[in-house]
């Protein structure tokens, strides 16, 4: 055992048992450098961040509610068979005809607010939900250094982005394929395509999807460094990708709507045209990339300065 | 308190870093491609000799004329629902239709996908938000595609000709390419215009020539025309109309990006899909010919929106007979296209999103805008034209006077 790690469990257990209040503090903790001579803790600490992560009732009532809106569209269709009313979402009329659209109708449905609603009960989470329980402390002491500590909890949101995207997508092609035919997918520019093609794309759009949401889970860790209050930080992470598509959808701000980064969101169906529109993925890559970067920086300040008294 | 102060360091950084990237990587596309100079001539000689023909790029349309935004999906959702109804109001959905296709084009920005091979292959891709219109064009068969209304109307020219697949539209009234306005601009130049050469442009990541086109007319809204013609091949790459007095242009059709290869020949055939609704017709090539060179004529009066409009009106008259033609009067810059009264003209007056747009003047309605202004007159001929709306009111007043026929409005 190093001296900083005998350092901090000293500071640790004085504050179990003074039962007061004590810093980690910033320098010993050091357990970047600690870490860094055993990158299997990195490794070991992902597994368990997944682990705790996608075994946690919460994270798994939420995959099932998303897993919910393209069984409820689909069977709202098959039970109505009204035909389309050329109303409702984009595709929603083709699902009739053809169930592998029930996943992109539930997608179009899911981007604007569940897919948020979720990530950002992810993301909001990372640190401030550590901070609210008490184990922040100890995770920090363990030790694991702080910029570890965050890129894993990055990590593990980015997870849950893509097995949330991925599970509406995957309900959504087997619930169309139990209750209408499958067949050969028109693409938006009226070509037409296999089945074996159309799933190779809508696992493209489920990357696509991912990649859109991973600036709104920067924003949300960045945020959830910034309390101690979880629900406060995902409220929050929630109400700015709100506030960021009605700032989208303002004519008179068209200045700022490069810069915002749900304004990609739905530019999925260029992934479904013929030939497939890439720039759209490029632009929303690198936007997301920028996103990334300028929150996860942030988000390191806040938390590398901070002092964790929780 | 250095310790924490560095912690923040990465944060600026990044931010800083960011913001450079953001605003460097515009500039660099900017930069001045240094060319040798050349004559407005030799310019012009350099288009019309332009040996490009096949392409594929992505187009970008803006129109800023001052009308107020329409939120997105007004136009289509009006159309979608009115699409929906019973196949007996076909005819006059379907001059809703090019009536809201003409608004659209009037407000906000388009982004379309061109592919072209030789002149008789095009195919026009309008990419809407989870939705497409497509034009393909294969030889003398034309299809329209609408993936939001799963329509497809297959238009034929009928006839013989060489100047068949003239005949057909080659773009839906939204999108006009830069390289079909700036042909159809410069095919008119004539000595009421000033020609010039500005400073070197880069388009689409091609250095091109700046081709600006000053109307000596007076009566007229167009200001400028700018276009910018690519230095290697002569394609023009943008083209800019702004109105007299404004500093931004009001109307801009751009390649963002540009390929000079042949594309894919699958890309020319198409099959309607499985449930789509498919219109058969039948385009009599003099009527339509016809009807294109009003079209031309008015493309040549420098309001490619102008004609937008009349091409998304005229396009839907079946009817072929005379009284239906547009009358161009006028010439050059200031020339005024008359539509007589008919369905088409009833579209427009019915339409309630247009009567909000449109101001009450004695005799009819105006649509005013910083580059075009169009007049419907109360017994229904429309009149439009790149002048002001007093000079469409004088129009009108003479084209009533001429033509006994149309009983004027009682006073």
Known sequence: MSRSDAEGAAAASAGRQTNAPVPVPLTPARGA??????PSAGWALMASELSVLFRRKRTVVMLLALALIPVLVAVAVRVSSAGSSGRG????????????????????ICIPLFLPLTVGVVAGDTIAGEASLGTLRYLLVSPVGRVRLLVVKFVAAVA??????LVVVVAGVLIGAALFRVGPVTLLSGDTIGVGDSLLRALLIAGYVTVSLLGLSAIGLFISTLTDVPVGAMAATVVISIVAQVLDSLDQLSWLHPWLFSHYWLSFADLLRQPIEWSSFGSNALLQLGYVVVFGALAYGRFASKDVLS | MA???????????????????AAAVPLAANADPGLPSKTPQEVVALAANSSVTAFSGTVEQTSDLGLPSLPGGVGSGSSGSGSSGSGAGGSGDAASDAA?????????THTARVF???????RLQVLDQLAERDVIRQGDSLWLYDSQKQTALHATATGTGSSAPDALPTAP?????????????LSALDPSTDVSVGGDVTVAGRSAYDLVLTPQATDTLVGAVSIAVDSETGLPLRVEVTAKGAGDPAFTTSFSQLTLAKPSSDLFSFTPPEGTAVTEKSVDVAAAADRAAAARAAHASGAAAASGAGDATGSDSTGSDA???????????????????GSDSAALTSSPLLSQLTTAVDGGRVLSTSLLNVFVTDDGRVFAGAVPAGSLEAAATASAAATPVAPAPSE
């Open chain 1, 160 to 165: 849950f982005c893509l097995a949330a995207t």
């Open chain 2, 323 to 341: 009284a239906h033609r547009p009358v161009v009067t006028g010439s050059g810059w200031s020339s005024i296209v008359e539509l007589p009264a």
């Open chain 2, 116 to 122: 072209v091979d030789g002149p008789d292959n095009l």
């Open chain 1, 33 to 38: 450098g600690a870490g860094a001579g055993r």
């Open chain 2, 3 to 21: 310790q924490v102060f560095k912690r923040w360091i990465p944060a600026a950084v990044a931010g800083v870093v960011v913001a450079g990237v």
């Open chain 2, 173 to 185: 009234g939204e999108t006009a390419t830069p390289e079909q306005v700036a042909s159809k601009l």
């Open chain 2, 100 to 108: 809201s296709s003409a608004l659209e084009l009037l407000t906000g």
């Open chain 1, 89 to 108: 979402p984009a595709f929603i009329g083709q699902i009739s005809e053809n169930g592998l659209f029930v996943a992109l109708v539930a997608l179009t």
